[in-house]
């Protein structure tokens, strides 16, 4: 479940929009794992890209207490906030 919970939080990690005025719904959300998750801390490193045209990809290498354990993808939609 922690894991998990970090994985969903790809996409904000390395974003670097203002979220007063855009928004960036995550379309697709991935982990590729290593192993099992070992001990209760999970570390997280994301990157973002972003497009013009509104699509988006964040990345990030994720960590446990005993070294790199996977990496996790999002897929983003950008959009301008209406209201």
Known sequence: TRLATIVDFT??????????????????VSAHLLRPLRGEWVGIKGACMVE???????????????GRLGTASAALVVDRRTS
């Open 11 to 28: 996409s904000g990690t390395a974003n670097y929009m203002d979220f007063m005025t855009h928004v960036m719904p995550n379309a697709d």
């Open 52 to 66: 013009r045209d509104g699509v988006a990809i964040s990345e990030a290498a994720l960590w446990d207490e005993s």
